[in-house]
Nanobody, 124 residues
Framework: QVQLVESGGGLVQAGDSLRLSCAGSGRPFSTYIMGWFRQAPGKEREFVAAINRSGGGTTYADSVKGRFTISRDNAKNTMYLQMNSLKPEDTAVYYC?????????????????WGQGTQVSVSS
């Protein structure tokens, strides 16, 4: 098992940058495929980005590709989401998740563990 906790959310202006962190504890962090999801008020949870165990393979939602970068530091048991050129549409609660699958996946049903979320608010 692994326990996950997000941090780094806040209120920023459109065009600003923000870096989210996801700290893991328990089973070695490198065991898992990692992903970021988000949920805005009144909206369903949506996939944002995912990264493989070594950090060399990534997948992004079309809405964030080119603006967001997912990365991981297995030695520190931490995953990151660097968010640049933020838009009001990015406003949501962001969740990190861990999966025991063997390849990166965008399917939330294949993620076994979830953090509690961190709020990101982007003003115009």
């Amino acid at each position: 098992q692994v326990q996950l906790v997000e941090s780094g959310g806040g209120l920023v202006q459109a065009g600003d940058s923000l870096r989210l962190s996801c700290a893991g504890s328990g089973r070695p962090f490198s065991t898992y495929i990692m992903g970021w999801f988000r949920q805005a008020p009144g909206k369903e949870r949506e996939f944002v980005a995912a990264i493989n165990r070594s950090g060399g393979g990534t997948t992004y939602a079309d809405s964030v590709k080119g603006r967001f970068t997912i990365s991981r530091d297995n030695a520190k048991n931490t995953m990151y989401l660097q968010m640049n050129s933020l838009k009001p549409e990015d406003t949501a609660v962001y969740y990190c998740a861990a999966s025991s699958t063997f390849v990166v996946t965008t399917n939330p049903r294949l993620y076994n563990y979830w953090g509690q979320g961190t709020q990101v608010s982007v003003s115009s």
